[in-house]
């Protein structure tokens, strides 16, 4: 997710397995200055969006993310646990994070 001048502001690592209904975040990135504006937030619904009813998991969580995902969980009814492993597909799947490049492009 880019701002209007070109600069990143945000990125969201994620995966869904519709034969398993298993969702997963693996990672969000978001630029200092775009924190607490609600893209993760917008992000995180987006990448749900069909598949709320799915069983969501998350990694091993930031400060920012203990206090992020048990909000977001009230609001979606998800419970984004991180000790659930995710499911064959999804580790299996051989994506990579990548790390975000917060510059002008």
Known sequence: MCDRTGWDAARLSWNICAPCRRGHIAKIYIADHWQ????????????????????WTTTHQSPQAQQFFPALARETGAAFTTQVPVCEHIRTA?????TPCFERR
């Open 94 to 98: 051989g994506y990579s994070l990548t």
């Open 36 to 55: 607490r504006q609600g893209l993760g937030r917008r992000m995180v619904q987006r990448a749900m969006q069909r598949a709320e009813d799915y069983h």
